[in-house]
Each structure stands twice: as structure tokens, then as C-alpha cells.
């Protein structure tokens, strides 16, 4: 289930690959498996990055909510875009957890995970 900060996360992340030199491949990309949120590339590395955005009085932060289910999801999801689209490029797993404040509106805080999993 989409909501509206997930979304607004997803294109903060898409913005920030792009700032730091990266073509974004994919968004939202569906397999049977999962879903990844952000597909990227530069000229080493293919990026698979999911994106979790909270906001600051959550009960769980970002980070925490990619539980070892969730990377199962997006390792099978991942082989599955690579049997689609080949590359020479080697697959790497990011994450970027956002921290808004209370209205969900403001980023606060962010931190990217490089290899994450």
C-alpha cells in the first residue's frame, strides 16, 4: 500500500541518485516477487535501492523496516529485473531511511546505506 510520504520519499531519493551522478533506471519496479523502489546506474554499479520514509515520532525508524523478509523480497525481485535486463554493471543493495517532522512535510533527517545488504 502506497502512501503519500512513501511517494514524496521516493522522489527525494530518485533526486538525490541523480545529484550524485546516477540514471535512474526504474521506478517502482514489480516482479511476483516485490517491489524495488528505485532502480539506478552509474558507471560501476546497478542500483537497487528501497526508500523508507517516517516520520519522527514513529515507532520504528526507517532503517528498522528492512526487516531480512524485505531484502528476500527485493534480492528475488532484483535477479528477476537482471533476467529482463541484462548488464555488465554489478548489483548493489541501498537503502535510504527519511525522517520527516511530525506533518510529514519536512525532511528532518536522512541517511544512505551504500551495500546495505
Known amino acids: 500500500m502506497k502512501n503519500e510520504s512513501g511517494a514524496w520519499g521516493e522522489a527525494f531519493a530518485a533526486s538525490y541518485l541523480q545529484q550524485n551522478h546516477c540514471k535512474i533506471e526504474?521506478?517502482?519496479?514489480?516482479?511476483?516477487?516485490?517491489?524495488?523502489?528505485?532502480?539506478?546506474?552509474?558507471?560501476?554499479?546497478?542500483i537497487f535501492l528501497e526508500v523508507k520514509t517516517r516520520r519522527m515520532d514513529a515507532m520504528v525508524?526507517?532503517?528498522?523496516?528492512?526487516?531480512?523478509t524485505k531484502?528476500?523480497?527485493i534480492i528475488r525481485t532484483a535477479q528477476s529485473y537482471l533476467m529482463k535486463f541484462p548488464t555488465e554493471?554489478?548489483?548493489?543493495?541501498?537503502?535510504?531511511?527519511?525522517i520527516?517532522?511530525?506533518?510529514?512535510?519536512?525532511?528532518?533527517?536522512?541517511?544512505?546505506?551504500?551495500n546495505a545488504f
Open 89 to 98: 554493471l554489478q548489483p548493489r543493495f541501498d537503502v535510504m531511511g527519511i
Open 26 to 46: 526504474a521506478r517502482n519496479y514489480h516482479s511476483r516477487y516485490g517491489e524495488i523502489d528505485v532502480i539506478a546506474s552509474n558507471v560501476k554499479y546497478l
Open 100 to 114: 520527516t517532522d511530525s506533518s510529514g512535510h519536512i525532511i528532518k533527517n536522512y541517511v544512505y546505506l551504500k
Open 71 to 73: 531484502q528476500h523480497r
Open 61 to 68: 525508524s526507517p532503517l528498522e523496516a528492512v526487516t531480512p
